[in-house]
């Protein structure tokens, strides 16, 4: 037998083996529609919506499913039952994270949203007690936030209730909240390194969703030589970190560490103790993607919802009206501070409901289980892609009665007390559950009461309100403008 044969034999083998092992690990595997070769089920995803696929195929495959992305095999959870019993009841075995080849070249398992093991465990301990230490939940954030939301008002005043673009200066408001708690300062509106962080956090959130994002995700090897959006993606993240490093290096000169001020500082701190978790997690690439990582997610979901929740006023100004009277039969002429929340439940059910209807991440971030197991009679194999689908919850019509539609009295009982839904879960659920959950809750709140207590909000003449929301891996609203009509009180 020559050479040429013996290579030929030994490449069949070792494809038959791939096959039979692929064949035995993915044995009882959750059904799904059948791949094409190559591209998988990627010709039946919308490219621009696809939890909206997903929930097609989920009418046939159950509320546990696979498809197949490129070569990749991805579960599928839908509805609320599902995805409560996959990360509460499996919270543990649900709360890795998988690898992927865009991840590698951004975050590279650092920081706290793409990071696992033990690493993700120390440092989202680090980010919980962190931001306790410095706020969230206690009145030093509150009247922090109420300051902002003075300087938001005066903003939107500027322009006497002629139409504006109110994206940046929502972005902005909101950005200086966890610029306060990760460098104790906070930035003017037009301030251009303000501009800069927040258009690069804006287009890489765009970016995720494109199509050469998803191809680089399934053929590495192959797109990674070829231009684009994936390559835009890793420069924007980098100049980001590049932020980051450049600040906390001027930090670290005058760092006292019995005086700490910021988030940075605090890890600066932990490095400087002396333990073996100091060398091990508190180093600087865990501390440039952790404070990108919250940077990130602590400006783009609040200030998308705010944007949605005054949309939504101009769309429904007999609900608008309603907030108004109970901020001014409740709060009046001062300011609003959290406690007011407990006797506002119409606000506080509008609130939640522009979450819910605003559906901001409608895929969630991609889980992993860190084990083998079965979960609803399918068995998972460790390393998974899963996709607990937020969207099929928040729009769940076993738990919402007109899902579709914005109406809240999702969230009032008959009597017009707060009803609280377990099927509300922006923020998802389990140990990968949004750190800063009670931050955003707060902030929410505040700005939304502030700027209804002060302004009405109304179309342009002749503006058509369009509810769709724009590209991007967050549900946005498609750009548009505002008229802040100044309120006239008594």
């Known amino acids: 037998m020559d050479l040429v044969?013996?290579?030929?034999?030994v490449t069949v083998f070792l494809i038959l083996l791939n096959v039979l092992n692929k064949k035995n690990k993915y044995q009882n595997f959750p059904p799904g529609p059948q791949p094409l070769p190559f591209i998988g089920n990627m010709h039946m995803i919308d490219t621009v919506k696809p939890h909206k696929s997903l929930i097609e195929i989920s009418k046939k495959y159950g509320t546990v499913f696979s498809v197949q992305i490129g070569m990749e095999k991805w579960v599928i959870l839908c509805g609320y039952e599902t995805v409560k019993d996959a990360l509460i009841n499996y919270a543990e075995e649900f709360s890795g994270r998988p690898d992927s080849p865009i991840s590698s070249v951004t975050s590279n398992g650092y920081g706290v949203i793409f990071s696992k093991g033990d690493n993700w465990k120390v440092m989202r301990k680090f980010t919980l007690s962190t931001l306790r230490d410095f706020g969230m939940g206690k009145k030093t954030i509150e009247d922090k936030i109420s300051e902002e939301c003075e300087n938001l008002i005066q903003a939107f005043r500027s322009y006497g209730g002629k139409p504006f673009d109110n994206q940046s200066i929502v972005n902005a408001a909101v950005a200086n909240i966890i610029v306060s708690i990760l460098l104790d300062c906070r930035f003017e509106y037009d301030d251009p390194t303000i501009l800069k962080l927040m258009n690069l956090v804006n287009e890489n959130i765009r970016i995720l969703e494109n199509l050469m994002v998803k191809l680089y995700n399934s053929y590495p090897?192959?797109?990674?030589?070829?231009?684009?959006?994936?390559?835009?993606?890793?420069?924007?993240?980098?100049?980001?970190?590049?932020?980051?490093?450049?600040t906390f290096t001027k930090l670290e000169k005058d760092l006292d560490v019995n005086n700490q001020r910021n988030l940075i500082e605090a890890f600066l701190a932990k490095q400087r103790e002396g333990k073996p978790e100091s060398t091990l997690y508190y180093h600087n690439k865990n501390l440039s993607t952790l404070v990108v990582d919250l940077f990130s997610a602590g400006m783009e979901t609040t200030s998308t919802t705010l944007r949605w929740g005054l949309l939504l006023m101009m769309k429904y100004p007999e609900i608008q009206k309603k907030i108004q009277n109970e901020i001014e039969t409740v709060i009046g002429s001062a300011q609003p501070q959290a406690e007011h929340r407990k006797q506002m439940p119409y606000t506080d059910a509008v609130i939640h409901e522009i979450q819910r209807f605003g559906d901001i991440v409608?895929?969630?971030l991609p889980h992993s289980p860190t084990r083998d197991l079965t979960f609803r009679g399918y068995f998972i194999p460790k390393g998974t892609i899963v996709i607990p689908l937020l969207h099929s919850v928040l729009k769940d019509e076993t738990c919402f009665e007109k899902p579709d539609e914005f109406y809240p009295e999702h969230f009032l009982d008959s009597e017009g007390h707060f009803k609280k839904n377990e099927a509300f879960i922006p923020f998802s659920l389990g140990k990968r559950s949004c750190a800063g959950e009670n931050l955003a809750k707060m902030e929410l709140f505040l700005f939304f009461t502030n700027l209804l207590q002060n302004f009405t909000f109304q179309a342009p003449p002749g503006a058509v309100l369009d509810l769709r929301p724009a590209v991007g891996f967050t549900n946005a609203p498609l750009p548009h403008e505002i008229c802040a009509v100044p309120?006239?009180?008594?």
Request: charged share 20%; net charge positive; no cysteine.
């Open 5 to 9: 044969s013996v290579l030929l034999a």
């Open 221 to 246: 090897t192959l797109i990674g030589w070829l231009p684009g959006s994936h390559r835009k993606l890793a420069e924007n993240y980098k100049k980001l970190q590049d932020f980051v490093i450049s």
């Open 362 to 364: 409608p895929g969630n």
């Open 487 to 490: 309120m006239k009180h008594l």
